[in-house]
């Protein structure tokens, strides 16, 4: 059974840092795209952060450009997200997912992942 275990969620102030990782067992990884999205009390899950199985290109949304980084280990099937100059907006639970069956959805689309973490919170006060 696939299962992605997300880790690293805490509370921090307002221009510090958390590195997010998102473990993955049951299946190898290297070669399924990759996303974190994060979900704020009372809104919709949105996009946060994307790496491609081949290049490891990388897809951000606007507000964290610059301050986040996502990245993979595939030795250790693992993808990352750090984050950086964190903002209180950035408050919420952040979700990891995996697109297994080869979806042709944006990578920025919660329709493209197939396979969701459990989530880990992040609370940034400030």
């Known amino acids: 059974q696939v299962r992605l275990v997300e880790s690293g969620g805490g509370l921090v102030q307002s221009g510090g840092s958390l590195r997010l990782s998102c473990a993955a067992s049951?299946?190898?990884?290297?070669?399924?795209?990759m996303g974190w999205f994060r979900q704020a009390p009372g809104k919709e899950r949105d996009f946060v952060a994307a790496?491609?199985?081949?290049?490891?290109?990388?897809y951000y949304t606007d507000s964290v450009k610059g301050r986040f980084t996502i990245s993979r280990d595939n030795a250790k099937n693992t993808v990352y997200l750090q984050m950086n100059s964190l903002k209180p907006e950035d408050t919420a639970v952040y979700y990891c997912?995996?697109?297994?069956?080869?979806?042709?959805?944006?990578?920025?689309?919660?329709?493209?992942?197939?396979?969701w973490g459990q989530g880990t919170e992040v609370t940034v006060s400030s």
């Open positions: 049951g299946r190898t990884f290297s070669s399924y795209p």
């Open positions: 790496i491609n199985r081949s290049l490891g290109t990388t």
């Open positions: 997912a995996a697109d297994l069956g080869g979806s042709s959805w944006s990578l920025m689309s919660k329709r493209r992942y197939d396979t």
